[in-house]
């Protein structure tokens, strides 16, 4: 079995958690080659998993190596999309963390480059394939909710603003929470229906926790290099008809704050709420022989258990065999497309004060 040869830029928490603690599992992947600009990273990453994958500080080289099959992004945004285009440039596919680009002409760059160069792209956006997600859009395509014609998906976290690498620099990451947790939340609704359709949205951004480092999860951050959102909401409209609010914050005040994902949707005929911290629980509503009724399906697994390994996972397992079979990855890049299409919407509404539609 010939081995796919994994190369990784940017060895910070995702790529040591999500990326190598999974791609270390496959017999049939071979990480050979890892770049930070801060070389120890790799070192270390090479120690704990037991590598021997080449060292680079420059994702030039790396992108450049022939040893190299696929290059994987785990950098901080706002470079996304100059690594992707420059990996396509030299014959590779591209695995990017989510958010594909800063800005939707990025993303579509990035697109027509991977079309040109004839490999494969994707965007880390495995939280669809949670339990309670997967089963919520069984239901959704059996027509089980009917016509679904509101959703909300919240990202409410609390106190978990991740105060490590540089999340609160605009110049690096391009924006605040909505770039950070954005992705997933407005990704999720349209994910659970197959509508990737926006005509339009109104958002807004704020960062009115900023300067309160008290009681964060994730210990506490520099308020004098915090340019960014703490928070961002926003009403989408799609083609569709539907309705879709997003609430996304890395600091809120509420006790209902919850550190994951969570989505509700009411259809004509059924609805379902996502509950719990991460949203590990689903509850289904609907009316039984007249009555309201709610029904708690049994997801496996143990209750209350972040699922999120196991969604990290199925993104990868499905994204090593995309290139080994030539077929579509799980997570087409026109669908991440749509996401950071949206939250460039949601900035600009937030800007001008008005809604911003889509053609
Ligand atoms: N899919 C998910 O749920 C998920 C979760 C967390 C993070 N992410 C994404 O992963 C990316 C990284 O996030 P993180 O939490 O691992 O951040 P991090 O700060 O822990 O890691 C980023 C790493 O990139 C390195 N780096 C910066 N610029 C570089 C460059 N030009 N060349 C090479 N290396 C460079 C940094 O030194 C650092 O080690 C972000 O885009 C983030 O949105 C996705």
């Not at 708690?296 to 990290?312: A, K, T």
């Amino acid at each position: 079995m010939d081995k796919l040869r994994i190369g990784i830029v940017g060895v910070g928490v995702i790529a040591t958690t999500k990326h190598m603690g999974t791609l270390t599992k496959y017999p049939d992947v071979e990480i050979v080659a890892l770049c930070d600009i801060v070389k120890d990273k790799c070192d270390k990453a090479n120690a704990k998993f037991g590598l021997s994958a080449k060292v680079y500080a420059d994702y030039r080289d790396l992108c450049s190596d022939p040893g190299v099959d696929v290059v994987h992004i785990c950098t901080p945004n706002a470079i996304h999309a100059e690594i992707a285009l420059f990996a396509f440039d030299h014959g590779k596919h591209v695995h990017c963390e989510k958010p594909m680009a800063c800005t939707y002409e990025d993303a579509q760059k990035m697109i027509a480059a991977q079309k040109k160069a004839g490999k494969k792209l994707t965007v880390g956006l495995q939280w669809r394939f949670s339990p309670q997600c997967l089963y919520i859009r069984d239901l959704a395509k059996q027509g089980y909710f009917g016509d679904i014609y509101y959703m909300k998906s919240s990202q409410l976290r609390g106190r978990r603003l991740p105060a490590y690498g540089s999340y609160t620099i605009k110049a690096i990451n391009g924006g605040g929470m909505l770039m950070d947790g954005g992705p997933h939340s407005i990704d999720l609704p349209m994910y659970l229906t197959g509508d990737y359709e926006p005509a339009s949205v109104r958002g807004v951004t704020m960062d009115r926790m900023k300067n309160d480092v008290q009681g964060n999860d994730l210990g506490p951050w520099n308020p004098a290099e915090f340019d960014v959102e703490d928070s961002a909401f926003a009403l989408l409209t799609m083609k569709s008809g539907k309705t879709i609010y997003i609430e996304t914050a890395w600091i809120c005040n509420m006790e209902q704050a919850s550190p994951g994902m969570q989505v509700s949707l009411a259809g004509t005929k059924a609805g379902a709420d996502m509950v719990g911290d991460f949203g590990t629980g689903v509850r289904l509503l609907q009316i039984l022989n007249g009555k309201k009724a709610v029904t708690v399906p049994n997801l496996g697994g143990m209750p209350g258990m972040r699922p999120s390994y196991d969604n990290n996972d199925y993104e990868l397992r499905r994204w090593v065999d995309a290139i080994k079979q030539d077929k579509d990855p799980a997570i087409l890049p026109q669908e991440a497309a749509v996401v950071t299409r949206i939250i460039e919407g949601i900035y600009e509404s937030a800007r001008t004060g008005r809604t911003v539609t889509f053609d």
